[in-house]
Structure formats: C-alpha cells, structure tokens
C-alpha cells in the first residue's frame, strides 16, 4: 500500500501537469483558453429525417413534442368540465365525478405513452360528463317543478 502512494507522489501527486494535454487526447490547444468559434456554434441540432416526421408542418411550425400533449389537454379540459357541472348541478351529477375520474386516468395514459388507451377512456369520461350532466338538469328541472306545483297547491287550498 505504502508503495502505492510513493508511485503516486512521484508522478507529481496522480494529477497531470497544466502543460501536458489530457490523457483523452481531447482539450484546447496548448497555449490557448477555449473560446467560442468566430462564427458561434452554428444552428441547433436538428435529428435526422425529412421534417414532416418531426412534426413540422407546410408552413414551418412545429406540433407539439409529444404525440399526447394535445390528448392530454383535451382530457384536461373535460377534467375541469366534469368538476364545474358536480358543482354547478348542487351534487346531483355523481356521474361527473366517474366521467372525471376517467379523463385523469386518460391524462395519465397519455403521460405514459398508451395514446389508444388515452383516447378510449378520454371518450369514455366525455359520454359519462355529458349523460350525467343532462340527467343532472332533468333531476333539478323535475324538483323545480314539483316545488313549484307544491306551492300552488299550498296557496290555493287557503
């Protein structure tokens, strides 16, 4: 062990000197700081292909980066649909939450990739949303009515 260390220190303490170029062989030239090329570095990487399958359209914008964003904002944005009518419909909708419950599991198969699964139950929550928002507003239309009957009935028997 002890002649391990003495080989060491006799190296110059296992480190190379500033003069001598990295053991890799890579580095700025002798002499010289790194610095940035008169011209900078050149455009972005770009990965190889043609750019329709990198997403770039006819007139040069680019889709969205992942294939799911653009289901997960629509899963999204049923999400916040599903919680608004539980609540504008005074708890009635117990649909909505199985409907919201589906668009967060179709966000979060969008996240992972399974855009088929994604849209399957992204469908799913949208039928769930808008049947128990429609049966929602016959239930509160229907207890609307019979107050209102009930009140008349009540005046008129006085």
């Not at 006799?10 to 700081?33: F, K």
């Not at 969205?64 to 899963?75: E, M, T």
């Not at 419909?89 to 966000?107: H, K, R, S, T, Y």
């Not at 949208?126 to 009540?154: D, N, P, R």
Request: glycine share 14%.
């Amino acid at each position: 062990m002890t002649s391990d260390l003495n080989a060491i220190e006799a190296q110059g303490g296992g480190q190379t000197p500033p003069s001598a170029p990295p053991p890799d062989g890579y580095g700025p030239p002798a002499g010289r700081m790194p610095s940035a090329p008169p011209g900078g570095y050149g455009p972005p990487w770009q990965p190889p292909g043609p750019s329709w399958a990198r997403g770039a359209t006819a007139g040069g914008a680019s889709g969205p980066a992942d294939p799911g964003a653009d289901l997960k904002k629509q899963a999204t944005n049923w999400l916040i649909i599903a919680v608004a009518t539980f609540f504008l419909c005074a708890g009635v909708n117990c649909l909505g939450v199985i409907g919201a419950i589906l668009c967060f599991l179709a966000m979060q198969a969008a996240e992972q990739g399974s855009l088929a699964d994604a849209e399957s139950k992204l469908k799913w929550g949208k039928i769930v949303i808008v049947v128990g928002t429609l049966v929602s507003f016959l239930i509160l239309a229907s207890a609307l009515l019979f107050y209102v009957v009930a009140q008349a009935e009540t005046f008129a028997a006085h």
